[in-house]
Nanobody, 122 residues
Framework: QVQLVASGGGLVQAGGSLRLSCAAS????????MGWFRQAPGEEREFVAA????????YYGDSMKGRFTISRDNAKNTVYLQMNSLKPEDTAVYCC???????????????WGQGTQVTVSS
């Protein structure tokens, strides 16, 4: 079975930082692009960041540029999301996903994890 397990979420004050991790198993990790999406209560799922298999192509959502950094370690089958200068509007469940190519569109992703909760207090 393919599993994508996200961790690292929690409660943080505005202006603080968190580093999320997503550990993959059941697939050839280095063959996949990886993405992060988030969803707040009552809101649609929103694109956060994506990275191709080698890390040479990286994309971010507009509100994440300059604050978030996506990276991956293929030797550890893990993709990361470093989040700095967090704002209350960043509060959401953050999920990682796998696709053939990096994409801003959720429909392009084949596998999804359950996600980890990030809460930013004012």
């Amino acid at each position: 079975q393919v599993q994508l397990v996200a961790s690292g979420g929690g409660l943080v004050q505005a202006g603080g930082s968190l580093r999320l991790s997503c550990a993959a198993s059941g697939l050839v990790f280095s063959s996949y692009a990886m993405g992060w999406f988030r969803q707040a209560p009552g809101e649609e799922r929103e694109f956060v960041a994506a990275i191709n298999w080698s890390g040479d192509y990286i994309y971010y959502g507009d509100s994440m540029k300059g604050r978030f950094t996506i990276s991956r370690d293929n030797a550890k089958n893990t993709v990361y999301l470093q989040m700095n200068s967090l704002k209350p509007e960043d509060t959401a469940v953050y999920c990682c996903a796998a696709s053939n190519l990096p994409s801003r569109t959720k429909y392009e992703y084949h596998y999804w994890g359950q996600g980890t909760q990030v809460t930013v207090s004012s």
